[in-house]
């Protein structure tokens, strides 16, 4: 953009008009690329030999492009991976939160001990609406959980891969035990393994106050009308404390279940491909391969599910157990063994379509969001 040449004030020289700009901002008038967006003019003083158009240049330069560190932040793997957790996430819980509202009702012992019959009291008692009673929590609750696992997941995969490799070549790390030098077999361990038992545990710590409220809201819609009036509640009432209970039978339960769902689907996926020598698999495919992979995972881990509720839930009822060994004596001790899976049938009519949906609707992200260098590194 051109501007004349103006006197200056009282010395009778002449001054340059030089337009400062963010390289790569924005396009010249004409549309061509690598123009400069206008945003501060300077007046240098005129010197045949000084360049201005040059002395911009430079100035612009040494400054940050904001909009293209923005840019280039979304358009990483690991943001479109988390992007394509939370809508996976999101849209699976939003089809199957009826079966959630039965299964917490069936682990935490409140009404009918059968799904046909837990059915019929919710629409006795709420109507149609019982059915997703706490699906907004829920969803609030999920979104940012399926996002951080299945992000933590992806990502703790492939550096542990790396990190693998280079152990290859350089070797393992050492440990130095006076004389004696010991090498860690940190090649030995699963990336998949490790990855998974990562995401559980990001995702539970971040998580857990969601998945309290959410639970109350199921259990006893009496006390907790609302997510506002339940978090007010528990804090007044419990503290910090009665946010995180549970936490630890929790983080217990969630190793287990976290590492075997996350390496089974994953070995399971990879194996099906080269075996039928595929790059992908169908909609169809994934859909069988998460809901086989949740169904093994849940029913693993299912013991350490049902203490988890009964401490989480069990101030409701004037008796929480104090630890998770408790609350396993005490449901073997009023119920026998069978206790302990009391709700397996409904958790896994839940968790079955609700991982094999999970998994079909991220991989389907990832094929959208993604691109296809990303693809072919996996």
Known sequence: MGFPDTPSGGGGGKLSLASVGFAGAGVGAGGSGGGYKELLVMALPKDDGLDSAKVAEVIGAGLPDVGESVRAFFRSREVREFASGALAGAMSKAVLAPLETIRTRM???????????????????NGWRGLWVGNTINMIRIIPTQAIELGTFEYVKRSMK??????????????????????L???????????GAAAGIAGTLMCHPLEVIKDRLTVDRVTYPSISIAFSKIWRTEGIGGLYSGLCPTLIGMLPYSTCYYFMYDTIKTSYCRLHKKKSLSRHELLIIGALTGLTASTISFPLEVARK???VGALQGKCPPHMIAALSEVIREEGLLGIY?????????VMPNSGITWMFYEAWKDILLDDKDKDRD
């Open 107 to 125: 682990v935490v012992g409140v009404g009918s001990r059968h799904i046909g019959g837990s059915f019929v009291e919710i629409m006795e008692q």
């Open 162 to 183: 790396g990190a693998q490799e280079k152990w290859r070549e350089d070797g393992c790390p050492k440990i130095q035990l006076g004389n004696i030098k010991i090498e």
């Open 185 to 195: 077999p940190l090649h030995l361990l699963s990336p998949v393994a490790i990855a």
């Open 310 to 312: 009964r401490l989480m």
């Open 342 to 350: 009391r709700g397996w049938g409904a958790s896994c009519l839940k």
